[in-house]
């Protein structure tokens, strides 16, 4: 009989994050309690002293001042420990001048990492692959994204979605390919043939048909 790969548990979109407990460059950090009525961005890195991790979490420390004026804050990982987290941190503020002072958890017993699903074997079985986790201020699980372990993510997608997920929380509206603040939104399709009428009688849309009507975002924000 053939022995096949277990089927790991990943958290899903919708899901409510799971707590957990763990030891951190900040000192130990509990899910629940980190950054109350805040979103909260978790993400994997494969190892300490890389190069692609070196470039992706500098790249989250000198965005962290525009996360903290969109109410969010960030948590870092890898299967490293807290003393290897510490000597990388130093090492690359010597080098670069740029200091990780958010929260890397050292995950040395793989404890969240497998709690998140972020090991997948075909990619390495002692590495977690690059995962974002965004999770909103009541702990559900809004957006997850996955990268392999040789290609770094992309700073400027994570913050479109941070915003993207912001605006449909703040107003009754969808976002359409490609949206970037200030852009029109999809205002919600008729649910009725009456809410249908009014939607094609409806000077201020921009309408492609009755389904799919776009307005912008301060009007979105009164339907």
Known sequence: METQTPILSMP??????????ANTTLGPLTLSDYGKDSWVIMFSHPADFTPVCTTELTGFAKEKDWFEQHNTKLIGL???????HLAW???VREKTGVYMDFPIIA??????AQLYGMLHPGESETAAVRAVFFID???????????PLNVGRNMQEIKRVLEALQTTDSCNC????NWTEGEKVI??????????????????????????????LEKAQAV
């Open 187 to 216: 205002v919600p399709p008729p649910k009725n043939l009456q809410e249908m009428e009014e939607r094609i009688a409806d000077p201020q849309l921009e309408k492609v048909d009755f389904y799919l009507a776009m307005k912008p």
């Open 107 to 112: 995950d040395l017993d793989m404890k969240v």
């Open 12 to 21: 899903r979109i919708g899901d409510q994050a799971p707590d957990f407990t």
């Open 78 to 84: 890898s299967i490293d420990s807290v003393h290897s």
């Open 174 to 177: 969808a976002l359409p390919l």
């Open 89 to 91: 941190v130093n090492n």
């Open 137 to 147: 201020p009541q702990r559900t699980i809004r957006l997850i994204m996955y990268y």
